[in-house]
């Protein structure tokens, strides 16, 4: 989850030179139903009816980012009963209310009500049955759908500076997730909009280069425990897990790698300087015995034998 995060995160950061904004430009209700178990086919007809609701009306989030205000349903019976049908069936009627608003805090911003009929094999079928009937363009419902926004509105103008407050005291104590979470709620309707999309940037920068910075100690250490060339190698290849590297922390990185490149010049330089001592000396030491060969030599021949070749008369 968290890479999920961090990657969207490098997402939000490279799209900072658009023009195009990286927050949520509107409003946005997350349908949502709590599950008794009791109904399961009736609860998923009714979450889609919900969901096609917050499309239809432009207020579905496109981004994966859920919103503290949501659209929601309560279904009372007012009747049920079974058809002298063959199979028989469930017949219920059911007043269904639909309730907007601050999900987290449990405000209500309005409701829209209305009466459902539906029959099936059973009481999960009859409901879901009943909920397939749901207009997703009622009247009614443009209407409560309309009045959550005026009061959504309404609480971000009142809400956005500790909205934004929050968010920055999140990403301080190393919160990105929810600090991210809590600017991308913020559409363009509050005064703080463009506060709050300069500050999850900077939050988002402030991230990558806490998590860069970990690299580069990391390949400082592999460097510090083998200043060779395998060292450097591994240690250039931690440093490329780097992503999105603000200026300074890049040039931390190069500093580095100029420093393992200059210390392998002179490892390199002293050991072909050795070499070339060697090699001097291995000559020297040569030469020398030459030398030397060559006084035994000439001493040997300055007491070559006389011939008296004369005497024998060869």
């Given at each position: 989850?968290?890479?999920?995060?961090?990657?969207?995160?490098?997402?939000?950061?490279?799209?900072?030179?658009?023009?195009?904004?990286?927050?949520?430009?509107?409003?946005?209700?997350?349908?949502?139903?709590?599950?008794?178990?009791?109904?399961?086919?009736?609860?998923?007809v009714?979450?889609?009816?919900?969901?096609?609701?917050?499309?239809?009306?432009?207020?579905?989030?496109?981004?994966?980012?859920?919103?503290?205000?949501?659209?929601?349903?309560?279904?009372?019976?007012?009747?049920?009963?079974?058809?002298?049908?063959?199979?028989?069936?469930?017949?219920?009627?059911?007043?269904?209310?639909?309730?907007?608003?601050?999900?987290?805090e449990?405000?209500?911003?309005?409701?829209?009500?209305?009466?459902?009929?539906?029959?099936?094999?059973?009481?999960?079928?009859?409901?879901?049955?009943?909920?397939?009937?749901?207009?997703?363009?009622?009247?009614?419902?443009?209407?409560?759908?309309?009045?959550?926004?005026?009061?959504?509105?309404?609480?971000?103008?009142?809400?956005?500076?500790?909205?934004?407050?929050?968010?920055?005291?999140?990403?301080?104590?190393?919160?990105?997730a929810?600090?991210?979470?809590t600017?991308l709620?913020?559409?363009?309707?509050?005064?703080?909009?463009?506060?709050?999309q300069?500050l999850?940037?900077?939050?988002?920068?402030?991230?990558?280069?806490?998590a860069?910075?970990?690299?580069?100690?990391?390949?400082r250490?592999?460097?510090?425990?083998?200043?060779?060339?395998?060292g450097?190698?591994?240690?250039?290849?931690?440093?490329?897990?780097?992503?999105?590297?603000?200026?300074?922390?890049?040039?931390?990185?190069?500093?580095?790698?100029?420093?393992?490149?200059?210390?392998?010049?002179?490892?390199?330089?002293?050991?072909?300087?050795?070499?070339?001592?060697?090699?001097?000396n291995?000559?020297?030491?040569?030469?020398?015995?030459?030398?030397?060969?060559?006084?035994?030599?000439?001493?040997?021949?300055?007491?070559?034998?006389?011939?008296h070749?004369?005497?024998?008369?060869?």
């Open positions: 989850m968290k890479k999920i995060i961090f990657t969207l995160a490098l997402a939000l950061v490279a799209m900072a030179s658009s023009a195009q904004s990286v927050l949520s430009s509107k409003i946005i209700l997350t349908p949502y139903i709590e599950h008794d178990g009791v109904t399961p086919t009736a609860d998923k009714l979450l889609d009816k919900l969901n096609r609701i917050v499309s239809n009306h432009g207020v579905a989030a496109n981004s994966g980012v859920q919103s503290p205000f949501i659209i929601t349903a309560n279904a009372i019976e007012l009747k049920k009963e079974t058809t002298a049908t063959a199979p028989p069936q469930t017949a219920v009627e059911l007043s269904l209310t639909l309730y907007i608003g601050n999900g987290e449990g405000v209500v911003f309005s409701t829209c009500n209305m009466t459902l009929r539906g029959v099936g094999s059973g009481p999960d079928k009859a409901y879901a049955s009943a909920f397939k009937r749901i207009n997703v363009n009622d009247p009614d419902i443009n209407r409560a759908i309309a009045e959550a926004e005026k009061r959504i509105a309404s609480y971000y103008e009142q809400q956005g500076p500790s909205i934004i407050n929050k968010a920055r005291a999140l990403g301080q104590a190393g919160n990105y929810e600090a991210y979470a600017l709620r913020i559409p363009s309707v509050c005064p703080q909009y463009d506060e709050a300069q999850l940037l900077t939050l988002v920068q402030q991230e990558c280069d806490a860069n910075t970990k690299i580069i100690t990391e390949a250490g592999a460097w510090s425990a083998n200043p060779t060339e395998a450097a190698a591994e240690a250039s290849a931690i440093l490329s897990r780097m992503e999105n590297a603000s200026p300074s922390v890049k040039a931390e990185a190069d500093a580095l790698l100029a420093e393992m490149a200059s210390r392998i010049q002179s490892v390199a330089d002293a050991e072909r300087k050795a070499e070339q001592q060697r090699q001097a291995a000559h020297a030491e040569e030469m020398a015995a030459i030398e030397s060969a060559t006084k035994i030599a000439v001493a040997k021949a300055k007491n070559q034998p006389t011939y070749y004369h005497i024998h008369w060869w």
